[in-house]
């Protein structure tokens, strides 16, 4: 790895600026008493980056510099400014991390909200700051969880010499607009049976954005929406007939578990605001003209019946620069996916594969898969075993099998806890037989 500091991108699509602040213009990070959740000895220090994302950082007591992961975290649902206590919950959730004798730093990035190059120049900042303030370790690896792994899949296309290995896990890969497509079809999908997001005596608005600017509809009342229509949050015996055929239809043609049905319902609307409204200027980077939609008692109505949104080609270019990676990988990248994911579906990966194939860089990727129905946090065991595998494929040229991963997190079992629920065999179908493709 390169010794001295790269410039950062020259452009951050969605923060209307680079982050240029250099390193040595930053406080040194304050030491802070470490959650409890990170292993007794270990050293903790938090403070702010010099262009507003908060930081937290672990050292493992005797850390010997073999080793630091960078951690870029998921979302982003948080839409307002950056919260401190994002990167201490962050370190708390990923306190395996340092057990498992690694160095760990996560950055909260400069804001809430969509940004995947903003977040990728938070996170090599913080890189750099660690450098600066505990010095050059002799690894450093990036580890990238749901929609951190979109943003570390970015990371390791834009800064490439800062990373020796990526880990990927439960990742959001390919890019906002094919990542996200499916959300369109949720919500034309979701009007179309329910018609109460909006009301037909509300103002009416395009479903791409979200939501007004101006609307205050809540979190909770939309939930109340939902469960009037589907009857969601009710026992399945205590829905009505109505209810269950609606559920029904939007879990069938949507092919996602009613559990998830509100999360995704919330990113459709909220997010979505963040992202045609904030960051594209009022512009629609989504579409869904031409998709056939699939799974209802009555399909020819349903596709005669829902809205239909036509991308704005300079936004989905603008979106695409900021977040669809290239493929072109310079280090080993690891993931790991679990197969009935609820909120990541799996077949993203097959997208991503295809990405780093077209790329010229299949060599340099290895997917693992386990029987998890997690999203956020997987088997601990697991975790370990992928670090170790990773270091090997950087430092023996030991490139790993799934196989290796399950024998080594096997290992792992006594001392860190969970079971391994890797799937060695197990390859996820093709991207398009979860969203219905677009002409």
């Not at 680079?18 to 938090?46: F, Q």
């Not at 909770?220 to 469960?227: H, I, K, S, T």
């Not at 997690?374 to 065991?381: G, V």
């Amino acid at each position: 790895m390169r010794k001295f500091l790269l410039p950062l991108a020259a452009a951050t699509f969605l923060a209307g600026c680079a982050a240029t602040a250099p390193v040595l213009d930053v406080k040194a990070p304050a030491e802070a008493a470490c959650p409890k959740e990170v292993p007794a000895g270990a050293r903790c220090y938090t403070g702010e980056d010099g262009a507003g994302s908060f930081y937290w950082i672990a050292i493992p007591a005797n850390w010997d510099k073999k080793a630091v992961v960078l951690h870029a975290h998921g979302g982003p649902a948080d839409t307002g400014p950056a919260r401190a206590e994002r990167s201490l919950e962050d370190l708390q959730r990923w306190a395996v991390t340092v057990k498992a004798g690694y160095a760990w730093a996560g950055s909260t990035y400069r804001r809430g909200g969509y940004g995947v190059t903003m977040a990728a120049e938070d996170t090599e900042r913080l890189r750099r700051i660690f450098v600066r303030f505990f010095g050059q370790p002799q690894r450093t690896l990036l580890h990238g969880q749901s929609y951190g792994g979109g943003v570390a899949s970015k990371a390791a296309e834009l800064f490439p010499r800062s990373w020796d290995g990526v880990l990927l896990t439960s990742s959001v890969l390919g890019g906002g607009q094919r990542a996200y497509n499916f959300r369109l079809d949720l919500r034309v999908v979701y009007q179309y049976v329910c018609r109460n997001h909006p009301r037909p005596d509300e103002p009416q608005y395009p479903l791409w954005m979200g939501l007004p600017a101006d609307s205050q509809l809540t979190r909770p009342e939309l939930a109340a929406r939902v469960d009037e229509c589907t009857g969601v949050r009710k026992p399945e015996a205590q829905r009505t007939p109505q209810q269950r055929a609606n559920l029904a239809t939007i879990t069938s043609v949507l092919k996602i578990p009613a559990s998830s049905l509100q999360g995704h319902l919330n990113f459709a609307t909220w997010l979505f605001r963040d992202i045609t409204q904030q960051r594209l200027g009022n512009r629609n980077p989504f579409t869904n003209i031409g998709v056939v939609y699939r799974g209802s008692t009555d399909d020819n109505a349903l596709n005669a019946g829902v809205l239909r949104y036509a991308a704005d080609p300079a936004a989905a270019a603008q979106l695409a620069r900021d977040s669809a990676p290239q493929g072109k990988l310079a280090m080993p990248v690891l993931t790991l996916h679990a197969i009935n994911d609820p909120t990541a579906f799996v077949e993203l990966e097959s997208l991503y594969r295809e990405i780093v194939a077209r790329g010229g860089s299949g060599d340099r990727l290895v997917q693992v898969f386990t029987d998890e129905s997690q999203h956020s946090y997987l088997a601990d065991a697991q975790y370990p075993a992928l670090f170790t595998a990773l270091l090997q494929w950087i430092e023996r040229g030991d490139k790993p099998t799934p196989q290796k991963v399950l024998d080594l997190c096997k290992g792992y079992e006594a001392g860190f806890g969970g079971t391994c629920r890797i799937q060695p065999s197990y390859q996820p179908p093709p991207y398009d037989s979860r969203v219905a493709p677009r002409p």
